[in-house]
Structures are given as C-alpha cells and as structure tokens.
C-alpha cells in the first residue's frame, strides 16, 4: 500500500516471535516433472511459459514465487487468486500448472496425493512431510521462504507487561504439546524473544521489501476488469486477461465432459434405472 494509516515499525513493538510457515511448490499432477530438475527442464520447454497461482497479490506465496522467479530465471506468469483455497483447486484442476503454498494449507492435499510436490523453500526438511526435499539441496543454494507470525502491543506499553508477555510466549512454545500440536497442524515453533523478533523482522523487510519493488507490487490500485471474475483477482498488471479466460474456458469444458460422462453412464443403465437416474 502506498498508504496507510498506520506506520507498523514505529507504532507497534515486538513482543517474541510465534511460528513459520514453509513455502511449498507444488504442481499440478498432470505436470510431467517429480523434482526440482525435471520441473525446470520442463518449464524452459514450454513456449509460452508456465502459469503459477498464489494466494494474492502481496501474499508471502506471491513473494516467495517473485523470487523463485527471479532466482530461477524462468519464464513465469503469475496468476494471484482471492486466496490459497480457489488456488489449490485450479491446480488440482490442471487449470494453473504450480502455485506456491503453505505448509499447513498443503498438507492434507500432498497427503491425499492431490498435487505432488516439487520442493519447500526451507533450510532442512518438514517434519511432517520429510520426503519433499529442500528447494535449496535441489541446486538452488539458500533458497527460502516463509510466511510467520508474532505477538506485538503498541508502542509505548510498559515494559514490565512486555517482559511478562515474552516470557509466557516462550514457555508456551516450550511445552512439549504446544510443540506436538503445531507439528499436527504443519507449522514450525519459531520461538524468539522481543529483541530477536524486531531484528528478524528488520531482514525480512529489507528482503521482500527489494521484491516488492523490483516487481511492482501494488495494493490499493483499482483492480482491472479481469479482477471482477469470481474467483481470480489480478492487480499490478501481472496476469493478461486472456489467461482469466482460458481458465474459465477450461473450468466450463471440464464441467461439459462430466455432464457428457454422466449422460453416457445413464445410457449403459437398464431402462428401469435410467428415470431414477434422471
């Protein structure tokens, strides 16, 4: 945003950080590639390039694909959604070929073998999902992206009462069921107190912010008319409208061969069960 009515460096302080979220890239299961290598072997075939989804523009899934982008120098066109949900499904689909995804969204999704997943943007291997190898032991060297969370107060609360938040942040993310839970729920402990969330956030800023200016990410312009679809939002003019049609072309394709497949099921009945079919 351009503006805001707030300014969250000088207005809020930390209080400890809380948990991360590791980026995924995930592909669609009609995507000829397994890894890193095959994926990047078939992207650079492809004439037009590869169409990749995200949660939104400015989302940390459109961050972290920004970058891959740019570190990857392949040809990319990025397709922001209203929201990681609708994004999966498209993918699922075959309608976007790759999204870039959170950990706790995608797990039940690889774990269903919905997508298959090309690598996580994270400097060891996800606990729960150990098989998917880093983006970075696949030859992109310190690749990383995470979506986080922490605890702020405003500025200019007393410091007693911050101390006393900090401490009992830290001896939550300590407990061994805290722990366990946030590992069923595919998101990582991140404890950190108040002085290492402020110079964790300082590097993340600087990071992401030379992306969001490099790209050109911007929040409070007036969407385009492509941007009014029901479920695809495009801002920044990163996404041409034809591919908003070729996806809606596709979805209503898809849903005429399911009709066609119910009417050829109903065909093969015995006449008796064809009107209780209808």
Not at 12 to 41: C, D, H, I, T, Y
Not at 71 to 78: A, D, N, R
Not at 173 to 183: G, I, P, W, Y
Not at 199 to 222: C, H, M, N, Y
């Amino acid at each position: 945003f351009s503006k805001l009515s707030y300014n969250a460096e000088k207005d809020f302080q930390p209080v400890g950080l809380l948990v991360r979220f590791p980026m995924f890239l995930v592909v669609s299961n009609s995507v000829p590639a397994k890894n890193l290598k095959e994926f990047m072997a078939w992207a650079k075939g492809m004439p037009d390039g590869v169409n990749w989804a995200s949660a939104g523009p400015g989302s940390p899934h459109h961050l972290v694909g920004e970058l891959f982008r740019e570190q990857s120098g392949l040809k990319l066109t990025h397709v922001p959604y209203r929201g990681a949900a609708p994004a999966i499904q498209d993918v699922i689909g075959g309608q976007v070929s790759a999204m870039w995804i959170d950990s706790a969204t995608v797990y039940p999704f690889l774990a269903g073998n919905k997508v298959r997943a090309i690598g996580v943007a994270s400097p060891q291997r996800v606990a729960t999902m150990p098989d998917v190898p880093t983006i970075s032991e696949q030859g992109l060297q310190g690749f990383e992206g995470f979506a986080w969370q922490g605890l702020v107060v405003p500025t200019g609360a007393p410091a007693d009462v911050v101390a006393s938040f900090s401490k009992a942040l830290q001896t939550a993310l300590a407990d061994t069921r805290t722990k366990a839970r946030l590992q069923a729920l595919g998101v990582e402990p991140m404890p950190g107190t108040a002085a290492q969330m402020g110079s964790f956030a300082r590097t993340e800023r600087e990071k992401w912010g030379r992306v969001i200016t490099k790209v050109g990410v911007k929040l409070d312009q007036p969407p385009s008319a492509a941007a009014r679809q029901p479920s695809l939002a495009v801002q920044g003019g990163c996404e041409p409208q034809q591919l908003h049609r070729h996806i809606a072309q596709h979805r209503q394709q898809q849903a005429q061969r399911g009709q066609a497949d119910q009417q050829r099921r109903a065909q093969r009945l015995h006449p008796s069960a064809q009107g209780l079919h209808r």
